[in-house]
């Protein structure tokens, strides 16, 4: 089992940074797929990015394409989202997810298949 808690959500101006982390418990880190989901206000959650066990494989929804890249640091245990020229429309709640990967190469987009979720981190992009 695997314990996830999300940070550096917060408050920015359109164009500009931010870098989200996750944080997780235990030592099998490396045998976890991960990936970023994010909620909208009234909307559903939806895919942001996935990366592999080894951080060779990465994913990313069309719309941060570009702008947003994940990363992993399997001796730290932790999983980041660097998100650069952010604008208005990726106001949500961002959410780190763990899925437990048999392959190096696995990563995964749909929200019902993982496994585990932090609580989520807020971030708001101001017009």
């Known amino acids: 089992q695997v314990q996830l808690v999300e940070s550096g959500g917060g408050l920015v101006q359109a164009g500009g940074s931010l870098r989200l982390s996750c944080a997780a418990s235990?030592?099998?880190?490396?045998?976890?797929?991960m990936g970023w989901f994010r909620q909208p206000p009234g909307k559903e959650r939806e895919f942001v990015a996935a990366?592999?066990?080894?951080?060779?494989?990465?994913s990313y929804a069309d719309s941060v394409k570009g702008r947003f890249t994940i990363s992993r640091d399997n001796a730290k245990n932790s999983v980041h989202l660097q998100m650069n020229s952010l604008k208005p429309e990726d106001t949500a709640v961002y959410y780190c997810?763990?899925?437990?990967?048999?392959?190096?190469?696995?990563?995964?987009?749909?929200?019902?298949?993982?496994?585990?979720w932090g609580q989520g981190t807020q971030v708001t992009v101001s017009s």
């Open positions: 235990g030592r099998t880190f490396s045998m976890y797929a």
């Open positions: 997810a763990a899925v437990v990967a048999g392959s190096f190469y696995y990563t995964q987009t749909r929200a019902y298949e993982y496994d585990y």
């Open positions: 990366i592999s066990r080894n951080g060779g494989i990465t």
